[in-house]
């Protein structure tokens, strides 16, 4: 049958044409989103937040299923909320950032760009400064920041250091206008300004460490990343920047494995303390796990009278650095005497037991305690630990979390 001289044949023939016309619709359509999105993303990586939002936006509406474009949306809305002059713009501007942020979370984004807006505060953010001129600079700087305008950028964070030598933020984004224009030598100048404004801040130390890895310095890279938890070891972002170095050096980063028995001391009604003992915890004579009694009675002693003697300024019992130490210390050094009387055989000792020993005869138990098993009350003696053990910290970083030996 000849098609044109027939209806069907027809019909078929402008569904085609409807078809083909579609698709050549859709291909130009993808086209151009296609470099819209690299407009957008070259934006993005230029630092110029402000003009890459309403593009990200548009490729946002055009699909909002593509994971990558709404991070970067997220992040650039949330950056430029610290230009805004008005309190009340910033606070919807971050609110605005945290649902988009939210929403490529439930999608599966787990990025760090994402995880800096999910961890920020929904609120208007914090000010810079209480003295008008100067958080006025910083928000200038951070304007212009935002916009990729890096000379006014660290004009403003200048304007601020004359104004305030001892602002941590103007040193810190100082630093990282130089980093974002892969000039890392002068960013790690002004990092270390930062650090020396407030060394017991995470952030500065881990700016640093990025842009020492941009410069393939991994060996140096490593020292900052170690610093920035030193620094805030309870704070996620530091730990961050150890575990992305890891990643990309693939070097195993792991706390030594030490599991001591499920036994609970605790206080009784009427103000006894006592050891309730798991059935299934039981130790072993031959592979040194009996030892774990000692732990339990250390901890007891803590909590009945030893807390209220170390601490009389304190109303309150609180599990302690120097507690938890004390009791590992216990366990460590019954072992050592069972060993030496040959009651123990090195090569026998239960893992958990033989890890306890290597830390306890660095002379870590303190900083091993503080990084990889604190809580609510050992937190509070950190501190003073970090202003006085700086160097066991970071060895204890160094020889036993890198490496995980």
């Known amino acids: 049958m000849n098609a044109h001289k027939s209806p069907f044949g027809i019909a078929a023939l402008v569904c085609c044409l409807l078809v083909v016309s579609a698709q050549s619709l859709k291909a130009q359509t993808a086209n151009a989103n296609d470099e819209l999105r690299r407009r957008a993303f070259d934006l993005f990586e230029k630092n110029n937040m402000v003009d890459a939002v309403p593009l990200l936006e548009k490729l946002n509406t055009d699909n909002p299923t593509d994971v990558l474009v709404l991070e970067r949306l997220a992040f650039a809305t949330f950056v430029t909320a610290a230009g805004a002059t008005d309190e009340a713009d910033r606070q919807r501007i971050r609110e605005r950032a945290r649902t988009l942020a939210v929403r490529a979370r439930d999608m599966g984004d787990n990025s760090n760009l994402l995880r800096v807006v999910l961890e920020s505060s929904p609120e208007a953010g914090p000010k810079f400064s209480d003295r008008k001129e100067v958080d006025d600079a910083m ?67 881990r700016y640093w460490g990025d842009a020492l890895m ?71 004579a031959e592979d040194g796990t009996d030892a774990w009694t000692g732990y339990s009675l250390v901890r007891a002693a803590w909590m009945s009278k030893v807390f209220l003697e170390t601490f009389p300024e304190e109303k309150n019992y609180r599990h302690s650095l120097a507690e938890e130490a004390g009791a590992l210390r216990a366990v460590a050094e019954g072992i050592s005497g069972s060993l030496k009387d040959g009651k123990l055989k090195k090569e026998q000792l239960n893992v958990s037991i033989a890890n306890l020993m290597k830390v306890h005869d660095a002379g870590l138990l303190e900083a091993y305690v503080l990084i990889a098993r604190p809580d609510a009350g050992i937190a509070q003696d950190y501190p003073k630990y970090r202003k006085e053990h700086r160097d066991e910290l970071r060895r204890y970083l160094t020889e036993f979390v890198i490496g995980a030996r």
Request: net charge neutral; hydrophobic share 35%.
């Open 139 to 205: 928000r200038e700087g951070e304007s212009a920041f935002a916009k990729g305008d890096f000379k006014g950028a660290l004009a403003a964070y200048q304007r601020v250091l004359d104004l305030d030598p001892n602002n941590y933020e103007a040193a810190l984004f100082s630093g990282d206008v130089y980093f974002k224009q892969k000039q890392m030598d002068t960013a790690g100048q002004w990092f270390a300004r930062a650090i020396s404004i407030n060394p017991d801040r995470e952030t500065a130390y």
């Open 214 to 284: 941009g410069d393939s310095k991994v060996d140096e890279a490593q020292a900052k990343f170690v610093e920035a938890i030193i620094a805030e070891p309870y704070n996620r972002n530091a730990i961050a920047g150890l575990t992305q170095w890891g990643q990309r050096t693939r070097t195993p980063l792991a706390h030594p494995r030490i599991e001591s028995p499920q036994n609970s001391v605790r206080r009784t009604s009427d103000g006894k303390v006592e050891i309730v003992v798991n059935p299934a915890s039981g130790g072993k």
